[in-house]
């Protein structure tokens, strides 16, 4: 039951160029959504999230679109660094319906972003 | 900048055998997570902890498995008896209040059931 779906185990980018990650949503109910990177070895580092009354949110070289309507979100970089390499994580909350926030993350199984010389 | 630790790194245990997985969240947050990845699937969710008591658990979170927070301090995670397929990473992760959404990771335990 893949309640999140990034449906791109890998992505290759080129640096200096724009990277566009891609998750899907299949529960109404959430209402937060996070976008998390990781390195081999390492935990997940919160990068960027969005909250369901919104549509977008931009922190620097990061953006997340949202759209509800196909609850499907994205995650643009720009411009690609070498460093941005590494697997990024979609994520979901449900926390309004948990009563207190306490809800655990759903996530999606990653996409390997790969930014090239 | 704070940050979740988790000790030991690596643990390499016999099937049968209990593990007691450790974790120091950072020190204001009120809520915290347990989470695992086993090789090659995604993060799961297991269990979250709210005023020193369990608010949610996965199906995942079976009798297997206890969580406490002894002394103020520290998170620890409990597997009665380990089984091959309890191995994975283990993430503690913590939130800071209701207010927030953001859960911080910590860099995780490697669990080996031989």
């Known amino acids: 039951d893949q309640q999140v779906k990034q449906n791109s185990p890998s992505l290759s980018v080129q640096e200096g160029r724009i990277s566009i990650l891609n998750c899907d949503y299949t529960?109404?109910?959430?209402?937060?959504f996070l976008w998390y990177k990781k390195y081999p070895a390492e935990g997940p580092t919160f990068l960027i999230s969005?909250?369901?009354?919104?549509d977008k949110n931009e922190d620097g070289r990061f953006t997340v679109f949202l759209n509800k309507s196909a609850k499907h979100l994205s995650l643009h970089i720009v411009p690609s660094q070498p460093g941005d390499s590494a697997v990024y994580f979609c994520?979901?909350?449900?926390?309004?319906?948990?009563?207190?926030?306490?809800?655990?993350?759903?996530f999606g199984k990653g996409t390997h972003l790969i930014i090239q010389p | 900048e704070p940050e979740v630790t988790q000790t030991p790194s690596h643990q390499v245990t016999q099937m049968g055998q209990e593990v007691i997985l450790r974790c120091v969240p950072i020190?204001?947050?009120?809520?915290f997570y347990w989470y695992r990845q086993i090789l090659g699937q995604k993060v799961e969710f297991l269990v979250s902890?709210?005023?020193?008591?369990?608010?949610?658990k996965s199906e995942i979170f079976d009798d297997q498995f206890s969580v406490e927070r002894p002394d103020g301090s520290n998170f620890t995670l409990k597997i009665r008896s380990t089984k091959l397929e309890d191995s994975a990473m283990y993430f503690c992760?913590?939130?800071?209040?209701?207010?927030?959404?953001?859960?911080?990771f910590g860099p995780g335990t490697r669990l080996t059931v031989t």
């Open positions: 992760a913590s939130k800071g209040d209701t207010q927030t959404y953001e859960q911080y």
């Open positions: 529960n109404s109910m959430f209402d937060y």
């Open positions: 969005i909250s369901s009354i919104k």
């Open positions: 994520a979901a909350s449900a926390s309004r319906y948990s009563g207190g926030g306490a809800d655990g993350l759903t």
């Open positions: 020190s204001n947050h009120l809520y």
């Open positions: 902890f709210y005023n020193n008591e369990i608010s949610e």
